[in-house]
């Protein structure tokens, strides 16, 4: 018999997180003596998003665009205004205190800056200790401390940094220090918020591969949430690109690459540099007009259409494209689109309108790393 996928394409087995209209708006206060409410940020705006056991998703999309928040209500760390979250079938909503407690075992966090994000009054060993201690799992001694020595060896450090302060690391080591304290409570989903962008190029690469070694190792998940599709190309099953809190496109990550459909993805992945000197010199750049809208006050319809070089007269401005399965030839049918116009556009029926918006003329591409694929800007290998 054949399983019941969704629109996303996953079978209801596979599923370990279903995030369904998920909407996270943050109350604007004005007023000294009384506080009254005088809008909203409206930072995540009806989310669906599915991730399968065991796969990694990135999410990218443009600073304030709610990555990080959204990231945070699937953790449960930020209040929902609306939606549902179910990690392995569970509502994450209906679970308070003590039963909410023993399920944030299951899902950890890793933060983009490692030092903020540890207490620089605890040794490793006490970082690591803690989430095992409120999970009841360092009861025995020996056994913890074996566990501790285990968990630091899986990230690549020595059993002497059980004792050492987060001061007393590098950026990188810092990081597999977060990414141990994550692991210590033997989680199944790990959201890992631009785990290596403040970290230096060299060691990204390393700390990008530790990440896909430990999946294999522990039967991991990962959500990736980075800004840059280049980062999270390399890692991810498949890639979400978010616009002003909300899905635009969501795609196999080559599949994504291969053939962008949104205008908006199709700007993003424009603008990554590209090896080949030759290609580089006669590469199409979609340049988008303007900044991201404020959140707290997003364009009517489609989001992006203030700064879509397709934008339409009718529907752009007035209706908000849901994200739905589009049907090309060739194309699998996993790829959704939030987009009145991606058949017509795919098609060229469709063109681009805003010449002045498109630089065909020779760039200056930044000097390209070694073994970068073409397409990317990544990062050495270990
Ligand atoms: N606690 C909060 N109260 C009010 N507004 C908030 C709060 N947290 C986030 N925001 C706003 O929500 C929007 C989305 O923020 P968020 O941090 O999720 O974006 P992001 O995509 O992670 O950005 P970045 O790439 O810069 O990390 C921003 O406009 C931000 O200012
Ligand atoms: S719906 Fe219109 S404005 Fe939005 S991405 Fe498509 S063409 Fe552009
Ligand atoms: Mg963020």
């Not at 987060?166 to 210590?184: D, K, N, W, Y």
């Not at 099953?237 to 993805?265: N, S, W």
Request: net charge negative.
């Amino acid at each position: 018999m054949t399983e019941v996928v969704d629109a996303s394409g996953i079978a209801p087995g596979e599923v370990l997180v279903d995030a369904r209209g998920v909407k996270v708006h943050f109350p604007i206060k004005s007023g000294l003596l009384i506080d009254r409410t005088v809008g909203h940020v409206y930072a995540v705006d009806g989310m669906d998003l599915t991730i399968r056991r065991g796969e990694t998703y990135g999410l990218v999309g443009e600073s304030g665009c709610g990555k990080s928040t959204f990231g945070r209500a699937l953790l449960q760390l930020e209040e929902l205004t609306e939606g549902s979250v179910t990690l392995g079938g569970v509502d994450l909503a209906t679970l308070k205190g003590e039963d909410l407690r023993r399920q944030r075992r299951h899902m950890q966090m890793v933060f983009q800056d490692p030092l903020g994000s540890l207490d620089p009054r605890q040794t490793v060993e006490q970082l690591l200790l803690e989430g095992m201690q409120a999970h009841g799992l360092a009861s025995d001694k020996k056994g913890a401390r074996d566990r501790l020595v285990e968990l630091l060896d899986a990230v690549g450090l020595p059993a002497s940094a059980l004792s050492k302060y987060p001061h007393e690391f590098s950026g990188g080591q810092r990081q597999r220090v977060g990414i141990a304290r994550a692991l210590s409570v033997d989680p199944e989903l790990i959201v890992a918020d631009e785990p290596v962008s403040a970290l230096d190029v060299s060691v990204q690469a390393q700390v990008i591969n530790l990440l896909q070694d430990l999946q294999e190792e522990f039967g991991l998940t990962y959500l990736v949430i980075a800004h840059d599709l280049a980062v999270v190309r390399h890692i991810s099953d498949r890639i979400g690109v978010m616009y002003l809190g909300a899905l635009v496109e969501e795609a196999e990550a080559d599949d994504l690459y291969a053939m962008p459909l949104h205008p908006y993805t199709r700007a993003l992945l424009s603008a990554i540099p590209v090896p080949d000197p030759v290609v580089e010199d006669t590469r199409e750049r979609i340049l988008l007009s303007g900044d991201l809208p404020s959140p707290a006050n997003p364009p009517s319809g489609c989001r992006f259409h203030t700064r879509c070089p397709w934008a339409q007269q009718t529907r752009c401005s007035t209706e908000r494209p849901a994200l739905r399965q589009v049907t090309i030839e060739g194309l699998p049918g996993s790829h959704r689109v939030a987009c009145h116009f991606a058949e017509g556009i795919a098609s060229g029926e469709i063109q681009r309108h805003a010449v002045e918006a498109v630089l065909t003329e020779p760039t200056e591409a930044p000097e390209p790393a070694p073994h970068a694929v073409p397409g990317t800007t990544l990062l050495p290998e270990d």
